[in-house]
């Protein structure tokens, strides 16, 4: 970020230095010392990577058009686990934040708000245009399949829109919520993550914070059914308040999981058994995603508990944060997590940097390739979770898996096993 001052007017540019400024849109606010500001945001339309990179399917399926080679159906496979880490690397970190004074016009602003509800048909129309070309297709059984995976990474970004969604308070935007949801059939989440996740998040406590040692397919174990029951319970418990059954038609899971029937049904009655299988594994690597966000943002992370037993409050340093630029544009800046928890309601455009807060090594999609390595992920971040200026070595400050904790104290710390604060 930088700034031009011009008398008591100062220019504040975000990102990078560029010509065309006058083309951009602006935000004009008074600083406390009535100063005058003027904020612009540069990556104002680089979003628009957020509404189409979910339609990546598409363009292996175009190039398999054009070519007959079926190999290309997996071609999003390679934009988003090579390019994109690649990417990341080149173009770096953004650590700009949009100056306090601007951050009430930067969330009115209307545009911002219409790229998340414009994405949200789109995740349907991948969906359905990549299970049409897999049901009328005569492909081979891993084109099929490899189809089938690609369509369920595209569909779990839909839980990612469900997240940015489901965190507003307009009853507009938290219907959105629940149909995108639909698409992946994870209905459940964003009561789960709103009020489950967020209550609990980087304590024992929690099924969607990974621990230290814990691998990501222990993780997983873990984390999928767990989710799901702790949104049924919390779905339940509102409904019982309110005198009704959970299997009424208020059960705002069961609406959104109603849209998933509704839409896969229809897909199998349109292109036959064939979307038996298709639909499995779309659906298993749509819930994968989340699982992959999940893991890699809370791991070994830990709330400690206060002299009356209860966890302190959730600080940015509990959320593993990357500022890359590239995959923060295609995730509507889900990246910047640690203020996302810090501060639920804060819109995208509006999070964060703060300084000396845990951060991953690459954004979301290299990261992800390294937690796919269980001991290569312990290898890079046990390290980086034991220098964290909060923890310093101290065991006692990590979230650990319990079946690894003798072995991590032997290998990390004393192996006189104290207890370690919060777990208790």
Same mark, same amino acid.
């Given at each position: 970020m930088y700034a031009l001052e011009d008398g008591h007017k100062k220019t504040i540019i975000a990102w990078h230095e560029s010509t065309g400024d006058h083309a951009m849109k602006g935000y004009t606010a008074a600083l406390p010392s009535g100063e005058a500001i003027h904020y612009i945001d540069r990556k104002r339309w680089f979003w628009l990577l957020s509404v189409f990179y979910p339609l990546q399917p598409f363009l292996g399926i175009w190039l398999h058009a054009e070519t007959g080679n079926q190999a290309w159906l997996l071609f999003p496979l390679f934009t988003g686990y090579v390019v994109a880490p690649i990417l990341d690397m080149i173009l770096g970190e953004?650590?700009?934040?949009?100056?306090?004074? %601007?951050?009430?016009?930067?969330?009115?602003?209307? @545009?911002?708000?219409?790229?998340?509800?414009?994405? %949200?048909?789109?995740?349907?129309?991948?969906?359905?245009?990549?299970?049409?070309?897999?049901?009328?297709?005569?492909?081979?059984?891993? +084109?099929?399949?490899?189809?089938?995976?690609?369509?369920?990474? +595209? &569909?779990?970004?839909?839980?990612?829109?469900?997240?940015?969604?489901?965190?507003?308070?307009?009853?507009?935007?938290?219907?959105?919520?629940?149909?995108?949801? +639909?698409?992946?059939?994870?209905?459940?989440?964003?009561?789960?993550?709103?009020?489950?996740?967020?209550?609990?998040v980087s304590t024992p406590e929690d099924p969607a914070s990974a621990r230290m040692g814990e691998s990501i397919y222990r993780f997983a174990i873990r984390e999928i059914p767990g989710a799901f029951l702790r949104a049924?319970?919390? #779905?339940?418990?509102?409904?019982?308040?309110?005198?009704? &059954?959970?299997? &009424?038609t208020d059960n705002q899971i069961l609406q959104s999981m109603s849209l998933s029937a509704v839409v896969q049904l229809g897909l199998l009655i349109a292109f036959g058994w064939k979307m038996i299988p298709f639909l499995v594994v779309h659906n298993i690597f749509g819930w994968w995603q989340l699982t992959s966000a999940n893991y890699i943002e809370h791991y070994g992370l830990l709330r400690l508990k206060d002299e009356?037993?209860?966890?302190?409050?959730?600080?940015p340093h509990h959320s593993w944060n990357s500022n890359h630029i590239f995959s923060n544009l295609v995730l509507?800046?889900? #990246?910047?997590?640690?203020?996302?928890?810090?501060?639920?309601?804060?819109?995208?455009?509006?999070?964060?940097?703060? #300084?000396?807060?845990?951060?991953?090594?690459?954004?979301?999609?290299?990261?992800?390739?390294?937690? @796919? %390595?269980?001991?290569?992920?312990?290898?890079?971040?046990?390290?980086?979770?034991?220098?964290?200026?909060?923890?310093?070595?101290?065991?006692?400050?990590?979230?650990?898996?319990?079946?690894?904790k003798e072995m991590i104290y032997r290998k990390y710390g004393s192996p006189e096993l104290s207890g370690p604060a919060g777990q208790q």
């Open positions: 953004d650590k700009n934040n949009p100056p306090e004074e %601007v951050v009430p016009q930067l969330d009115a602003d209307f @545009y911002y708000r219409l790229l998340t509800y414009a994405v %949200v048909p789109l995740h349907f129309v991948t969906l359905i245009g990549a299970a049409w070309w897999a049901g009328t297709q005569d492909l081979s059984w891993w +084109a099929f399949l490899g189809l089938a995976v690609v369509a369920g990474i +595209a &569909s779990g970004l839909g839980i990612n829109t469900g997240h940015e969604l489901g965190h507003k308070k307009s009853r507009l935007e938290r219907w959105l919520a629940k149909i995108v949801l +639909a698409v992946p059939v994870y209905g459940h989440f964003w009561i789960e993550h709103n009020r489950g996740h967020h209550r609990d049924w319970a919390i #779905e339940k418990e509102r409904l019982e308040r309110r005198g009704k &059954s959970a299997w &009424s009356n037993g209860k966890f302190e409050r959730c600080q509507f800046h889900l #990246e910047r997590h640690s203020d996302h928890h810090a501060h639920p309601l804060r819109r995208y455009q509006s999070l964060r940097h703060f #300084e000396d807060l845990p951060s991953l090594p690459n954004g979301y999609f290299g990261s992800y390739l390294l937690a @796919y %390595v269980p001991w290569l992920w312990y290898w890079v971040m046990d390290k980086k979770l034991l220098a964290l200026p909060h923890v310093n070595g101290d065991l006692d400050k990590i979230n650990i898996d319990p079946r690894r």
